[in-house]
């Protein structure tokens, strides 16, 4: 059920791609305890990525996409899981698996039949059988769609578009179908540039095993794992959402915030050359203040959501709640520091 040999490769287009030096979404989190004692927050890796690319798995869920997405969480690697609607069915928990392990989910046709002889009635049912099973046992509706071997034409692509799948193809096939070598599955990836996307497949050892070393190639070129962009079909930066946590050691025990205290988090969904915006989510009072510093010379151009004040620096912040909800925002001027992001000092309830 993998890519035919000689199949219709997309031919790699040349590409003049902007690259817009984007910092990794940085989360931090503090809790504050009833004592008013806080914990520094602490920034998440700091990989730099000078661009992205879209890490892709065909076929599954399969019986090995526990062990599949285990390699993956252990290596920092979001990608995107183009799966057969007819193992999603049979297998909804994997597929569930999937999304909580921080993947994309998208669309691989019912069964991998060659679609290109289908019927366009038969195409539409084909690929809205297989949302309908993906969002059923994910909740997420795919947006993305790879035709089986890579085969399509134009009306397979107008069927997909008017079911809001925008098709992807590939710009590296890892080979791994036809039997490629861990070295070889490793050698291809290295051919990935920024915004470009690679077929690999759930299901395969070889595929597995070279995870470890396409990360290490990847990160030695400051290239980081993406999503693919539903309106670009090309690799673009996670859009804001937060990388999964990485589960605490067994036997340490997970206490919730203290009453009285509050859980904020922080992410960075927006980087732009010369500001970048922040989005803060409370977790734990319905009335909140948060104290949030800056790194000079940042400073805060504009917030939505809460109600400010600054100290005499201007460069602490207290943001309380305004009725808008449990997520406030800011824009900081970067001021030539590109690099620092904000601290979240303390959050406390009323
Ligand atoms: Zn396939």
């Given at each position: 059920?993998y890519?035919?040999?000689?199949?219709?490769?997309?031919?790699?287009?040349?590409?003049k791609?902007?690259?817009?030096?984007?910092?990794?979404v940085l989360?931090?989190?503090?809790?504050?305890?009833?004592?008013?004692?806080?914990?520094?927050?602490?920034?998440?890796?700091?990989?730099?990525?000078?661009?992205?690319v879209?890490?892709?798995?065909d076929?599954?869920?399969?019986?090995s996409?526990s062990?599949?997405?285990?390699?993956?969480?252990?290596?920092?690697?979001r990608?995107?899981?183009f799966?057969?609607g007819?193992?999603?069915?049979?297998?909804?928990?994997?597929a569930?698996?999937?999304?909580?392990?921080?993947?994309?989910?998208?669309?691989?046709?019912?069964?991998?039949?060659h679609?290109?002889?289908?019927?366009?009635?038969?195409?539409?049912?084909?690929?809205?059988q297989?949302?309908?099973?993906?969002?059923?046992?994910?909740?997420?509706?795919?947006?993305?769609?790879?035709?089986?071997?890579?085969?399509?034409?134009?009306?397979?692509?107008?069927?997909?578009?008017?079911?809001?799948?925008?098709?992807?193809i590939?710009?590296?096939?890892?080979?791994?179908?036809?039997?490629?070598s861990?070295?070889?599955?490793?050698?291809?990836?290295?051919?990935?540039q920024?915004?470009?996307?690679?077929?690999?497949?759930?299901?395969?050892?070889?595929?597995?095993?070279?995870?470890?070393?396409?990360?290490?190639?990847?990160t030695?070129?400051?290239?980081c794992?993406?999503?693919?962009?539903?309106?670009?079909?090309?690799?673009?930066?996670p859009?804001?959402?937060?990388?999964?946590?990485?589960?605490?050691?067994?036997?340490?025990p997970?206490?919730?915030?203290?009453?009285?205290?509050?859980?904020?988090?922080?992410?960075?969904p927006?980087?732009?050359?010369?500001?970048?915006?922040?989005?803060?989510?409370?977790?734990?009072?319905?009335n909140?203040?948060?104290?949030?510093?800056l790194?000079?010379?940042?400073?805060?151009s504009?917030?939505?959501?809460g109600s400010?004040?600054?100290?005499?620096?201007?460069y602490v912040?207290?943001?309380?709640?305004?009725?808008?909800?449990?997520?406030f925002g800011?824009?900081?001027?970067?001021?030539?520091?590109?690099?620092?992001?904000?601290?979240?000092?303390?959050?406390?309830?009323?």
């Open positions: 059920m890519a035919s040999i000689g199949g219709s490769r997309r031919p790699s287009a040349p590409r791609s902007r690259l817009t030096v984007r910092l990794a989360a931090s989190t503090v809790a504050l305890g009833a004592a008013g004692l806080a914990v520094a927050a602490t920034p998440s890796s700091a990989a730099t990525c000078n661009g992205y879209g890490i892709t798995f076929d599954g869920p399969t019986g996409t062990a599949l997405l285990s390699v993956l969480r252990a290596n920092g690697v990608a995107t899981m799966n057969v007819q193992n999603v069915q049979s297998n909804p928990s994997a569930r698996a999937q999304v909580d392990a921080g993947m994309w989910v998208a669309n691989h046709s019912w069964n991998h039949a679609m290109t002889s289908m019927s366009q009635s038969q195409m539409q049912s084909d690929l809205s297989t949302n309908s099973a993906i969002q059923a046992a994910t909740g997420v509706r795919p947006q993305l769609f790879r035709p089986p071997y890579g085969e399509t034409n134009s009306t397979l692509q107008s069927v997909a578009s008017s079911l809001g799948l925008r098709q992807v590939w710009d590296v096939d890892s080979q791994d179908w036809n039997g490629a861990v070295g070889q599955i490793v050698s291809n990836a290295g051919r990935l920024a915004g470009q996307v690679i077929l690999m497949h759930d299901g395969i050892q070889n595929t597995r095993d070279a995870i470890p070393q396409i990360m290490a190639n990847l030695s070129r400051n290239l794992p993406g999503m693919i962009s539903p309106s670009t079909g090309r690799a673009v930066a859009d804001g959402t937060p990388p999964p946590t990485t589960p605490p050691p067994t036997g340490t997970t206490t919730p915030p203290p009453s009285g205290g509050c859980t904020a988090t922080a992410t960075t927006n980087v732009w050359g010369d500001r970048y915006n922040t989005s803060v989510t409370v977790q734990g009072a319905g909140w203040t948060v104290v949030v510093a790194t000079p010379p940042q400073r805060v504009t917030t939505w959501n400010p004040s600054w100290d005499s620096t201007g912040m207290t943001m309380r709640s305004n009725g808008s909800g449990n997520t800011f824009t900081t001027m970067m001021n030539g520091n590109s690099s620092a992001r904000p601290q979240i000092r303390s959050c406390t309830a009323g």
